[in-house]
């Protein structure tokens, strides 16, 4: 394909796509963004990533996620979204949200991983050079590191931004206190924390076990799901058994003995319900983490099918207080 091959859809602002402001920030964020951890890398067929890309952009998910580590191999994700950038929507950079993220192991050595200052800053060079980008929109600490004082990583951000680097910060996965301190000395260094990035589904509801939700509504700090499908459980994708060319089958993220009878069981009765308002299982699981108060789900997709799916959610109407609580029944 050539570059000249891709036009934008005309209509992508048309009103299908809600955004909604991340926090007390400016900055308004696509109720549902694209996370380029799997099938962007460059083990997945080039034209398929940039079809799903596609697919995105022209349905106002303007929010691309990635990180350092995306692909396989580690980089790659990143390397993808600099092609297709390059062979279409560069062009259109400053309509694009880009967030990455450095934190896991990236490089060999002891400045490859984790939080100091030399790691953010050269893994955030590294990820711009990828991408072929003069700044990201979004920049992560990926992970808490307890080895490393808490200010030497905050203040990494700061300076990231005031070098132009990134045009907001976040955090993902700290735990609360830390993340209670991270929002202080942030604001505190006029770099106020944009985002929290946090794994809340109807299998998994930490963030607000611990805290972290209530933490963030109180602070005007926005929160965005990662995984809100639980890596596709909470999709039909496993309900008559485990195909070919799904995650489970070929990533050790998402394994088998996840698939319980106990499981299989609620998903089935979770189909039922969604069927009868005319939903299926994974809008009925978006819907529920977006009616938690979350700025934005960040789903995977390896199909446009998918993202298809995924993306009529925001057209639906909300779940009712009746529907989310006969969820809640089901999932416990
Ligand atoms: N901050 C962090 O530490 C962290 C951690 C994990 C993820 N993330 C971010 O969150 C993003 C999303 O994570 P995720 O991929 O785990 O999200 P997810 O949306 O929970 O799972 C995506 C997978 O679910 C399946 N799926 C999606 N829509 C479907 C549909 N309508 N019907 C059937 N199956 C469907 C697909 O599985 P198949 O591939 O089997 O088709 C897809 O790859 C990542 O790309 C990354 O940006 C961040």
């Not at 297709?84 to 880009?98: K, T």
């Not at 100091?116 to 992970?143: C, E, G, P, W």
């Not at 944009?194 to 805290?211: K, S, T």
């Not at 789900?297 to 009746?322: F, K, N, W, Y």
Request: proline share 7%; charged share 20%.
């Amino acid at each position: 394909m050539t570059p000249t091959d891709y036009l934008p859809a005309a209509g992508r602002y048309d009103g299908t796509m809600p955004y909604r402001r991340s926090g007390q920030s400016g900055i308004l964020l696509p109720a549902l963004a694209l996370g380029l951890w799997k099938n962007f890398g460059h083990a997945a067929p080039y034209a398929t990533s940039r079809a799903l890309v596609h697919y995105a952009f022209d349905h106002g998910v303007t929010h691309l996620d990635l990180a350092n580590n995306y692909g396989p191999p580690p980089g790659s994700a990143e390397e993808t979204l600099g092609r297709i950038l390059d062979d279409s929507l560069r062009p259109y950079r400053d309509e694009l949200f880009i967030s990455t993220k450095a934190g896991y192991e990236m490089w060999p050595g002891p400045y490859g991983n984790w939080g100091s200052r030399k790691s953010l800053i050269a893994s955030l060079n590294q990820s711009l050079r990828r991408m072929r980008l003069d700044y990201v929109d979004l920049f992560y600490t990926h992970r808490y590191d307890p080895a490393t004082p808490l200010d030497e990583t905050l203040q990494a951000l700061v300076d990231i931004v005031r070098a132009g680097k990134a045009l907001y910060v976040g955090i993902s996965r700290w735990p609360l206190e830390a993340t209670r301190h991270a929002l202080d000395y942030l604001r505190r260094h006029d770099t106020p924390c944009l985002i929290y990035q946090g794994r809340l589904n109807l299998l998994d509801r930490a963030p607000q076990r611990e805290g972290i939700t209530q933490l963030l509504q109180t602070e005007g700090v926005g929160f965005i799901s990662f995984s809100p499908l639980a890596q596709g459980l909470l999709t039909a994708r496993y309900l008559d058994g485990i195909p070919a060319d799904s995650r489970m089958r070929h990533e050790a993220s998402l394994r088998p003995d996840a698939l319980t009878p106990d499981l299989l069981s609620r998903l089935s009765r979770l189909q039922a319900l969604a069927a009868d308002s005319g939903r299926t299982v994974a809008q009925t699981a978006l819907q529920w983490v977006l009616a938690q108060g979350a700025t934005s789900v960040l789903v995977g997709a390896s199909r446009t099918e998918q993202l298809a799916e995924d993306i009529a959610t925001l057209q639906l109407p909300p779940l009712t207080p009746e529907e989310l609580q006969a969820i809640e029944e089901i999932m416990g």
